[in-house]
């Protein structure tokens, strides 16, 4: 009876572990990181896609206290909305203020993050109390009690709770969404639910807006003549959000949208320029002058007017292509000018498939690899906003013998795991596993950057836990036999 409890009350242990941890590395993060560079405008901690939500956020602010519905303020949905918001709502009700000094350049104010990065972890650590409840009806306290040691420790995502990227908020929306669709539930409020968390985690992150492409196949696989009905609720719940988003858009620029802008030209910003490059034999800033002159010339062509005041400014940069968002006058050129991109960005692919294959299995084997150190590294150096990029340094490369095996021992864990839940025949938990896995390895992998991969180990756990569980009775009955 006693060790029933324990093993029950180990789960609570572990996560209670884990955000304490988590609180003792954020304060070592805010205390060490928290100032300024020598440039004294870039921020150590927020800096390039953090620092925009954390600028988006201060706007959202500022326009609630000029009387604007906290709803209907902040700019037009630019990508991941969800983040700035919550930023936003934590400004309001802490007093806090996100920007401390707007002109000439706004300053991040110092002081005052902890607070948010304890809640963040909070919320992550207190959806894993909802997971472990729903897969106690699944697995084996054994495996679940491992599966959240897994959830709770494991470096790759214990690291954003002491980040302000999206990832930590995210991984707390899908491991809910996750805990649901173990249910396999037919229930009505159980899948409307699933779809609200799903569209709720697309706000977040927007690789979450396809997501329910492969909730179809599963349901089908589960329900099958019956799958109607609890997709049909799921795809209810989902559109609900996707309806606000696009509401908001229409609101903002007069143009209903649900996908962010950026989907339309990621592939050109962080791809196409890249097979361009190698293709041409020309370096990475030759190629993106060479986009910048081929969009100069499509602007003419389509009489499009530019801000000559912002061209004129001593201050603006023509850096790279997409500069061109900061020269138009209206929001309908800018949504011709990422139909453009778009449509350049195929171009390039398809004219040189042999280099574009080639790039695309370099990145998508670095995808998969592991990266536990990423955010301490990104914290110490600058970003993308410093001479030496941290991927480039040779602290990146002495690292990755080290990522590789280290990916090689989680994997290998998992591989016996997925055995082993065939062996069962637990074809739908199985199905779940390697179809979400494969959603972030097919929509991103093309990117090459380890962060995005991160959430395919929410879903990798559980394949992870039953083969180190095995691995654990093999060895035990091992011993005995000795």
Same mark, same amino acid.
């Given at each position: 009876?006693?060790?029933?409890?324990?093993?029950?009350?180990?789960?609570?242990?572990?996560?209670?572990?884990?955000?304490?941890?988590?609180?003792?590395?954020?304060?070592?993060?805010?205390?060490?990181?928290?100032?300024?560079?020598?440039?004294?405008?870039?921020?150590?901690?927020?800096?390039?896609?953090?620092?925009?939500?954390?600028?988006?956020?201060?706007?959202?602010?500022?326009?609630?206290?000029?009387?604007?519905?906290?709803?209907?303020?902040?700019?037009?949905?630019?990508?991941?909305?969800?983040?700035?918001?919550?930023?936003?709502?934590?400004?309001?009700?802490?007093?806090?203020?996100?920007?401390?000094?707007?002109?000439?350049?706004?300053? @991040?104010? =110092?002081?005052? +993050?902890?607070?948010?990065?304890? &809640?963040?972890?909070?919320?992550?650590?207190? #959806? !894993? *109390?909802?997971?472990?409840?729903?897969?106690?009806?699944?697995?084996?306290?054994?495996?679940?009690?491992?599966?959240?040691?897994?959830?709770?420790?494991?470096?790759?995502?214990?690291?954003?709770?002491?980040?302000?990227?999206?990832?930590?908020?995210?991984?707390?929306?899908?491991?809910?969404?996750?805990?649901?669709?173990?249910?396999?539930?037919?229930?009505?409020?159980?899948?409307?639910?699933?779809?609200?968390?799903?569209?709720?985690?697309?706000?977040?992150?927007?690789?979450?807006?396809?997501?329910?492409?492969?909730?179809?196949?599963?349901? @089908?696989? =589960?329900?099958? +003549?019956?799958?109607?009905?609890? &997709?049909?609720?799921?795809?209810?719940?989902? #559109? !609900? *959000?996707?309806?606000?988003?696009?509401?908001?858009?229409?609101?903002?620029?007069?143009?209903?949208?649900?996908?962010?802008?950026?989907?339309?030209?990621?592939?050109?910003?962080?791809?196409?320029?890249?097979?361009?490059?190698?293709?041409?034999?020309?370096?990475?800033?030759?190629?993106?002058?060479?986009?910048?002159?081929?969009?100069?010339?499509?602007?003419?062509?389509?009489?499009?007017?530019?801000?000559?005041?912002?061209?004129?400014?001593?201050?603006?940069?023509?850096?790279?292509?997409?500069?061109?968002?900061?020269?138009?006058?209206?929001?309908?050129?800018?949504?011709?000018?990422?139909?453009?991109?778009?449509?350049?960005?195929?171009?390039?692919?398809? #004219?040189?498939?042999?280099?574009?294959?080639?790039?695309?299995?370099?990145?998508?084997?670095?995808?998969?690899?592991?990266?536990?150190?990423?955010?301490?590294?990104?914290?110490?150096?600058?970003?993308?906003?410093?001479?030496?990029?941290?991927?480039?340094?040779?602290?990146?490369?002495?690292?990755?013998?080290?990522?590789?095996?280290?990916?090689?021992?989680?994997?290998?864990?998992?591989?016996?795991?997925?055995?082993?839940?065939?062996?069962?025949?637990?074809?739908?938990?199985?199905?779940?596993?390697?179809?979400?896995?494969?959603?972030?390895?097919?929509?991103?992998?093309?990117?090459?950057?380890?962060?995005?991969?991160?959430?395919?180990?929410?879903?990798?756990?559980?394949?992870?836990?039953?083969?180190?569980?095995?691995?654990?009775?093999?060895?035990?009955?091992?011993?005995?036999?000795?």
């Amino acid at each position: 009876m006693f060790s029933e409890i324990f093993k029950k009350k180990s789960y609570l242990l572990i996560i209670l572990l884990g955000f304490i941890l988590s609180i003792i590395l954020s304060t070592y993060y805010v205390k060490k990181y928290d100032r300024y560079n020598s440039d004294n405008y870039t921020h150590q901690l927020l800096k390039d896609e953090t620092y925009y939500h954390w600028h988006q956020g201060a706007k959202i602010v500022e326009d609630v206290k000029n009387g604007k519905n906290f709803f209907l303020s902040g700019d037009v949905t630019f990508t991941k909305p969800l983040q700035q918001r919550i930023y936003a709502i934590y400004s309001l009700i802490t007093g806090y203020k996100l920007i401390d000094i707007w002109e000439p350049l706004a300053r @991040i104010n =110092l002081g005052g +993050k902890l607070p948010y990065l304890i &809640f963040q972890a909070f919320v992550y650590f207190i #959806s !894993l *109390i909802y997971f472990s409840k729903k897969i106690e009806k699944i697995f084996s306290q054994k495996v679940v009690f491992l599966i959240i040691l897994f959830l709770a420790l494991e470096p790759t995502i214990f690291q954003y709770h002491s980040s302000f990227w999206t990832e930590s908020i995210y991984f707390s929306l899908i491991i809910i969404a996750f805990g649901l669709l173990l249910e396999k539930s037919a229930n009505f409020t159980n899948n409307l639910i699933i779809g609200l968390f799903l569209g709720i985690a697309f706000l977040q992150r927007s690789a979450g807006l396809y997501y329910i492409f492969p909730i179809f196949i599963f349901y @089908i696989f =589960l329900f099958k +003549k019956n799958f109607f009905k609890p &997709f049909l609720s799921t795809a209810l719940g989902f #559109s !609900l *959000i996707l309806i606000l988003i696009g509401s908001y858009n229409k609101y903002k620029t007069d143009t209903f949208y649900v996908a962010p802008p950026e989907s339309s030209y990621t592939i050109h910003q962080y791809f196409a320029i890249d097979v361009l490059s190698k293709k041409l034999k020309i370096s990475h800033l030759e190629a993106n002058n060479y986009e910048i002159d081929l969009a100069n010339k499509w602007v003419k062509r389509n009489n499009i007017k530019l801000n000559e005041n912002v061209i004129n400014d001593k201050n603006y940069k023509q850096e790279n292509v997409l500069n061109f968002r900061e020269l138009f006058f209206n929001q309908s050129d800018k949504v011709k000018f990422y139909k453009y991109l778009n449509k350049r960005q195929f171009e390039i692919l398809f #004219s040189y498939p042999v280099v574009t294959t080639k790039e695309l299995v370099k990145r998508y084997l670095h995808f998969v690899v592991l990266n536990p150190v990423f955010n301490h590294y990104y914290n110490s150096f600058r970003g993308t906003n410093t001479s030496e990029e941290f991927h480039l340094s040779q602290i990146h490369k002495n690292w990755i013998p080290f990522r590789i095996v280290y990916s090689l021992i989680i994997y290998s864990f998992c591989l016996i795991g997925i055995l082993e839940l065939l062996k069962r025949r637990k074809f739908y938990e199985l199905s779940l596993i390697i179809f979400s896995v494969m959603y972030y390895i097919l929509l991103l992998g093309w990117f090459g950057k380890t962060r995005l991969y991160v959430p395919s180990l929410v879903y990798l756990s559980i394949p992870f836990a039953i083969g180190l569980d095995k691995i654990i009775n093999k060895y035990k009955s091992n011993l005995i036999r000795n």
